[in-house]
């Protein structure tokens, strides 16, 4: 958990739109000193929400991403900053915690918004890693790649990627073009859309995990086998039971599910 000073998430997990806190807006120069901040804090301490800006747009020198702030999201914990990232309709909103070099982005199931990942960015930023999520734009890999940007530009050098069914099925996909550190996918399909996550396409060659349940109704268990690389035993873990996606964090088998995740990035980043 973060801090004490640092409400729990009030909810996780939901694929309603997130209803946003209102508070006064600030102005650009707050945003770039909120991401500095963010950076520079040790990993027990939150960002602070009121330099958190609501308004104006901002460019960040560290990576060519245009940063438009928006208010905290109620399903979040306090302290968490949050942004839009590409334009008007099309544009990614960003959530993101903690400190550090050492990113992980943790992507949604698809229709899926900040709050699915809510508890995992808050354990992870406990951590010491520096932990974004995101609600999906008008882009898929556009979404996933502004997130890995908003990391970046505030001062990951490698990030992993963590994902749930069609984010895990992009977050394998993307993993060798974005050099992740390491991959973690939940129920991912083997095809999505025109997406191929199949091993034999993206070709990763770093620590990947795939978590898929025997009788899952929603992708089937031989779909998710399909992107663990065949030649790694290690890379496909099935487990008992129907659970899909994020709902793994919740069943019987979460705690299961979270070492794979920590053991994972352990790998990933080199312990």
Do not use: K, N
């Not at 060519?64 to 839009?84: I, K, Q, R, S, Y």
């Not at 199931?109 to 354990?123: F, H, I, M, P």
């Not at 399909?189 to 620590?207: E, N």
């Amino acid at each position: 958990m973060l801090p004490s000073t640092t409400p729990a998430p009030s909810a996780a997990r939901t694929t309603s739109a997130p209803t946003r806190r209102a508070r006064p807006a600030v102005g650009a120069l707050a945003a770039v000193l909120a991401l500095a901040a963010l950076t520079a804090c040790s990993s027990d301490t939150p960002p602070d929400p009121e330099a958190v800006p609501t308004s104006a747009t901002t460019t960040l020198a560290a990576a060519p991403v245009e940063l438009t702030p928006t208010d905290p999201d109620a399903c979040l914990a306090e302290g968490v900053a949050a942004a839009d990232v590409g334009e008007d309709l099309a544009a990614t909103h960003v959530a993101w915690a903690g400190s550090g070099t050492r990113g992980v982005v943790l992507s949604p199931q698809d229709g899926g918004d900040v709050c699915q990942w809510a508890d995992e960015l808050v354990r992870l930023a406990s951590q010491g890693y520096l932990v974004a999520t995101f609600t999906w734009g008008g882009a898929a890999e556009e979404s996933v790649r502004g997130a890995v940007d908003v990391l970046r530009a505030a001062g990951a050098q490698d990030v992993a990627l963590v994902g749930a069914s069609m984010g895990g099925a992009w977050s394998a996909a993307l993993a060798q073009d974005l050099d992740a550190a390491a991959v973690v996918a939940l129920s991912p399909p083997a095809a999505f859309g025109d997406l191929d996550a199949t091993a034999a396409s993206h070709g990763y060659t770093g620590p990947i995990v795939v978590v898929a349940s025997a009788d899952d109704g929603d992708v089937p268990a031989a779909q998710s086998m399909q992107v663990a690389p065949l030649d790694d035993p290690d890379a496909y873990v099935e487990l008992s039971g129907s659970a899909h996606g994020v709902a793994l964090l919740d069943g019987e088998h979460a705690d299961q599910v979270r070492d794979i995740i920590d053991e994972t990035l352990a790998a990933g980043f080199g312990g």
